[in-house]
DNA sequence: GGATACTAGATCGTATCCAATTTGCGCCAG
DNA sequence: CTGGCGCAAATTGGATACGATCTAGTATCC
């Protein structure tokens, strides 16, 4: 975040613990010794908290007094409230868009869209992460910086969820709903645009089996198993 | 921050810088090294770099490296870009009180527009806060954390526009849109309220005179001066 | 007068220390 | 064998000192 400046390290070491939560290599759930983590990175603790409180200013990991950080373990109200949240500013992107958007958006983001099914049937996380940078791109080229920085924000977190609670034909499927909603923005269509958005985004959250299906018992067994694993 | 443990030194801090930049004790532009910060609140440095960059990801501050951090001098575009993301923001609030209003919320929004009227006509700052700290309000009632933690945000770095940019009869006259809206929301008409609110936060907005007017030489003067000042 | 080199000041990062609190274990009583 | 009590280990929260690094402003030289 640091303005025009060279990466720090604590962005560094905030970028790592970043993607490997979102990859899900850091499983939720899972502790954070300071200790350990600068150990690993070779850097100080004092890096590696400042690193974690910006974590956990986005949500990606919570902290508990005197015991430490932990992978955020999102419950199904708070996924609910995310995706409002992400519904409400990617709805507002999409309109964006269609007003205005620059030159080169479309090639970037179909170039885009053939990375996505580059990776088509691979490994969950990977293609998790690159859904979400789709949407990641989409709120960048609106122009509005601290839209984008809120989307990058809740998008990552929504990665965090599917990752805990999509089942396992996961967001593949998703990528032609992107190839739609780029076609409705080009022909600047923006009640179809929209609507594609929010679709795409109930679609995302059912795949996540929300609506109906509360917590079952396998589930909070297996984090609790993850957990112990440790 | 923290989840359910009581307010650490870090919050201690972050809280009193938070207030001290929204009600302009801390003028925008200004410098803030850590030893004096620190040594004024009687904690370490430690301390102080932890509460910046908490306020640097929330946009109140910006840190340049090897110079340390400043509260953060939003510019124009900036400005418009935040008061895009709030508009849209505060309309999703604004539907979600129509749809599921808390029992008491009335009450609430209704004593907090009594203690706006307290200060009406009394020193900028701390009426531009309760301004604020009404929306913060809303979207606190809204029942959706997520939002209600965006929203607050946003209002903060509204603030501090506001007190960079606003004129002096600043945002007293709102508290009466603050009553319509309400009545609105009570009445459940979705398309008013929202029609409201999106007047209100124009008005408020146009009130920092953006639009048109760009960057004078005194307003500009009037930052370098703060700045050398310090 | 303008460009370069140098010094002063601050931050960035590290290492180390102490205090507070939580956890887990063992011990003991019933 | 079960339940509660208390103590010790581990970890975070916080403070301080020190070196490295970068910026800014000054001084110098052409």
């Known amino acids: 975040m640091a303005e025009h400046g060279k990466s720090t390290t604590t962005d560094a070491v905030y970028d790592l613990l970043c993607r490997a939560i979102i990859e899900q290599s850091l499983k939720p759930g899972m502790r954070l010794p300071e200790d350990m983590v600068g150990e690993q990175f070779g850097v100080s603790r004092t890096i590696v908290r400042h690193a974690l409180v910006r974590l956990e200013t986005e949500g990606l990991v919570v902290s508990k007094r005197n015991r430490g950080a932990f992978v955020a373990e999102p419950t199904l109200e708070e996924a609910r409230q ?10 507002e992107v999409t309109r964006l868009l269609v007003e205005r958007m620059p030159r080169s958006g479309f090639d970037a ?3 885009h869209v ?4 580059g990776t088509k049937g691979k490994d969950g996380p990977v293609s998790i992460r690159l859904a979400g940078e789709f949407h990641i791109l989409m709120a960048e080229l609106s122009g509005n910086a601290v839209l984008a920085k809120y989307v990058t924000q809740v998008v990552r977190r929504c990665s965090l969820i599917m ?3 999509a089942n396992s034909h996961s967001a593949d499927c998703a990528v032609d709903e992107h190839s739609q909603i ?9 009640d179809r645009a929209v609507r594609l958005m929010e679709h795409h985004l109930g679609a995302v959250a059912d795949r996540a089996n929300f609506d109906g299906t509360p917590d079952t018992v396998e589930s909070i067994l297996a984090r609790y198993g993850r957990e112990l694993a440790q």
């Open 82 to 91: 995310i995706f409002e949240v992400r519904r409400c500013l990617e709805t």
């Open 182 to 190: 780029i076609a409705a923005i080009r022909a600047k269509d923006t």
């Open 109 to 111: 983001l179909e170039a």
């Open 114 to 117: 053939r990375r996505e099914h």
């Open 163 to 165: 990752a805990m609670f």
